[in-house]
């Protein structure tokens, strides 16, 4: 290519799932569509401005996390006691730092909370009260659990709490938000922002805020966010085993992406991944029908999507 503008991609999700044409309604659609198109434009400004690919991910979940179509800061779901438990991480590729946050109660944006543990304390991993009180000892924006509280997770509760084995599949509704970027200094950062799932106790922790799960990056090979049932991406270590397929085996960032899907698939498992390389190329892989994403770069169009046919 020969362009003196900066080449930059961005690559978000807003979670995967059972949905398709016939499962989800016009208005979830179009509001699934706008808020993906919002969080692109606050992330590819930061790209189009030379900012870092850091920046840019932490601006797009910071508009998705505000966005109550999805599972993440405003809009998560609720635990089985009817809280909102928020789980968050950053990743920076130039460094491998990172920072993270499970179970985080009074933070508007649990991505700037996971941000300042990366930057403003010598922990990777903060929980529950502990990460609470970080967050007000650094001044942090804080929002009380009824900010988070969106009346349809209520009925999504109610309706799971109701009766258990019934049609409510909790398996399939994941809201998940992440983004992966690189930019035109060739750097990569990734960041996944999830209220979890629905009616989960015991303090539960999904893959989202565990570095090498749900969230990595890494300049040698890729930026990777996950989403899905957490426990299984734990399990096989989808987001850092990605990134070593590329670094230590050559592959391509689809090829290990798809790899890592279909083993997910191996073990009984469904969800899908967001990657971008720092040579400037991005996508995604899923095996569930839908998966809520975009993609931008500087010379394309933005495109977002939801189905397995688009
Ligand atoms: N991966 C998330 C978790 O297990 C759920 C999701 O992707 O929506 O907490």
Not at 76 to 84: E, H, K, L, Q
Not at 169 to 176: E, L, Q, R, S
Request: charged residues 20%; hydrophobic residues 40%.
């Amino acid at each position: 290519m020969t362009t003196d503008t900066p080449s930059w991609t961005l690559v978000l999700h807003g979670g995967s799932g059972s949905m398709t044409r016939h499962t989800l309604s016009p208005e979830a659609d179009a509001a699934g569509r706008a808020g993906l198109h919002a969080a692109l434009a606050a992330g590819t400004a930061v790209l189009a401005a030379s900012g870092s690919a850091l920046d840019a991910v932490e601006a797009a979940i910071r508009v998705l996390e505000d966005d109550p179509a999805f599972n993440a800061g405003r809009g998560s779901v609720f635990t089985a006691d009817g809280r909102i438990e928020c789980d968050a991480a950053i990743m920076d590729g130039r460094d491998r730092n990172a920072g993270a946050v499970a179970g985080a109660t009074a933070t508007r944006h649990p991505i700037v909370l996971a941000r300042a543990v990366m930057e403003r304390s010598p922990h990777v991993l903060l929980a529950g009260t502990g990460a609470d009180a970080f967050s007000r000892d650094h001044g942090l924006e804080q929002a009380d659990q009824d900010w988070f509280a969106i009346a349809e997770r209520r009925r999504q509760l109610d309706e799971l709490l109701a009766d258990p084995d019934g049609p409510f599949d909790i398996g399939m509704k994941y809201g998940t938000v992440g983004a992966v970027a690189v930019d035109g200094a060739g750097h990569v950062a990734a960041a996944t922002s999830t209220g979890g799932l629905t009616a989960k106790k015991w303090g539960r922790i999904g893959d989202s805020p565990l570095i090498g799960a749900g969230t990595y990056a890494d300049d040698r090979a890729a930026a990777i966010s996950c989403t899905g049932a957490g426990e299984y991406f734990i399990r096989l270590g989808v987001a850092h085993e990605i990134a070593a397929r590329v670094r230590l085996s050559g592959c391509s960032i689809e090829d290990a992406a798809d790899m890592l899907i279909g083993e997910l698939g191996d073990i009984g498992s469904k969800g899908g991944v967001i990657v971008v390389s720092p040579d400037g190329s991005g996508g995604w892989a899923f095996n569930t029908p839908g998966m809520y994403r975009a993609i931008a770069t500087h010379d394309t169009t933005p495109e977002v999507a939801i189905y397995g046919d688009e």
